[in-house]
Nanobody, 122 residues
Framework: VQLVESGGGLAQPGGSLRLPCAAS????????MSWARQAPGKGLEWVSG????????YYADSVKGRFTISRDNDKNTVYLQMNSLKPEDTAVYYC????????????????WGQGTQVTVSS
């Protein structure tokens, strides 16, 4: 099983980044997917989730209206489009997979990627 995030980097406040997460080694379309992040010195925070069929999407209040999660089950990839970035969005971003139904609790996820660093600074 592998989850491989990419697309991180340095962005200016108000800028945008798009994070893909490529999955392999399991039946992607059977799994709900989420993104979580960990800022320096802080705990892991759930950010956004999407149902296995893409029919439902969910967001933390801190990113609602700025971030968009999507998935392509043909490409076994989940995406996080991040717009209107703020310095407080600086963190390592992880994608995670949970069989059948998603959760707001990162501890309930089955598989995790290695993370990609996002830094928002002028």
């Amino acid at each position: 099983v592998q989850l491989v995030e990419s697309g991180g980097g340095l962005a200016q406040p108000g800028g945008s980044l798009r994070l893909p997460c490529a999955a392999s080694g399991f039946t992607f379309s059977n799994y709900a997917m989420s993104w979580a992040r960990q800022a320096p010195g802080k705990g892991l925070e759930w950010v956004s989730g999407i149902d296995s069929d893409g029919g439902g999407t969910y967001y933390a209040d801190s990113v609602k209206g700025r971030f968009t999660i999507s998935r392509d089950n043909d490409k076994n990839t989940v995406y996080l489009q991040m717009n209107s970035l703020k310095p407080e969005d600086t963190a390592v971003y992880y994608c995670a997979a949970k069989y059948f139904r998603g959760s707001y609790d990162p501890g309930e996820y089955d598989y995790w990627g290695q993370g990609t660093q996002v830094t928002v600074s002028s």
